[in-house]
């Protein structure tokens, strides 16, 4: 099981914004190890959509933000819209287990 | 263009081995750290292994220490996964990603393979 528990689901109507939480302990986020997000369409691989906490790859939109604080990192998505329908993944280190960890993932569905 | 492209994935017995390859072209490879990394079917993501851009350091999930060797041929571009003594819960899509690494533990993946599916059952 994962260290970084983020919500199942959330939903969203067109134009909207929903906020994804990422939360961890001391032996990750809390540890000050930087947070990545990662969105999955439905059967695709995972493309990387903020690195370091708060920064987004070219061609990200920035509609996409994210952002770190204690324990715990979100990303948010403002003016949702249908092709953002996704998984989407936190990922850290965690000095407990000498590696890398992903969260548990988050379905977005746009209603 | 980055282009990863995985290889090697099927079906095989429990206790069985099967060698994933990643064949890489559009960047430099010998300069990027590389991970894999395994989604079991309908699950969430699990990172599985990393090597560093030189292949003198690696790292691996409990799990699959001891099981797994991951390398690399600067040479060829290649990544590879070698997986012994699977077991019906390494059943999954197998992902290769080009890794930027920015410090002794800040890694992420900026480029993703399709993946290949490997299936432990008898």
């Keep these: 099981?994962?260290?970084?528990?983020?919500?199942?689901?959330?939903?969203?109507?067109?134009?909207?914004?929903?906020?994804?939480?990422?939360?961890?302990?001391?032996?990750?986020?809390?540890?000050?190890?930087?947070?990545?997000?990662y969105q999955q369409?439905?059967?695709t691989a995972p493309k990387l959509l903020i690195f370091v906490?708060?920064?987004r790859p070219s061609g990200v939109p920035d509609r996409f933000s994210g952002s770190k604080s204690g324990t715990s990192a979100s990303l948010a998505i403002t003016g949702l819209q249908a092709e953002d329908e996704a998984d989407y993944y936190c990922q850290s280190y965690?000095?407990?287990?000498?590696?890398y960890v992903f969260g548990t993932g988050t379905k977005v569905t746009v209603l | 263009e980055v282009q990863l492209l995985e290889s090697g994935g099927g079906l095989v017995q429990p206790g069985g081995s099967l060698r994933l390859s990643c064949e890489v072209s559009g960047f430099t490879f010998s300069r990027y750290a590389m991970r894999w990394v395994r989604q079991a079917p309908g699950k969430g993501l699990e990172w599985v292994s990393v090597i560093s851009e030189s292949d003198s350091s690696t790292n691996y999930v409990d799990s699959v220490k001891g099981r797994f060797t991951i390398s690399r041929d600067n040479s060829k571009n290649m990544l590879y996964l070698q997986m012994n003594s699977l077991r019906a819960e390494d059943t999954a899509v197998y992902y290769c990603a080009k890794d930027r690494r920015y410090s002794d533990y800040g890694y992420y993946s900026d480029s993703w393979g399709q993946g290949t599916l490997v299936t432990v059952s008898s």
């Design chain 1, 41 to 43: 369409l439905p059967g």
């Design chain 1, 1 to 37: 099981q994962s260290v970084l528990t983020q919500p199942p689901s959330v939903s969203g109507a067109p134009g909207q914004r929903v906020t994804i939480s990422c939360t961890g302990s001391s032996s990750n986020i809390g540890a000050t190890y930087d947070v990545h997000w």
């Design chain 1, 94 to 99: 965690d000095s407990s287990l000498n590696g």
């Design chain 1, 53 to 55: 906490n708060n920064n």
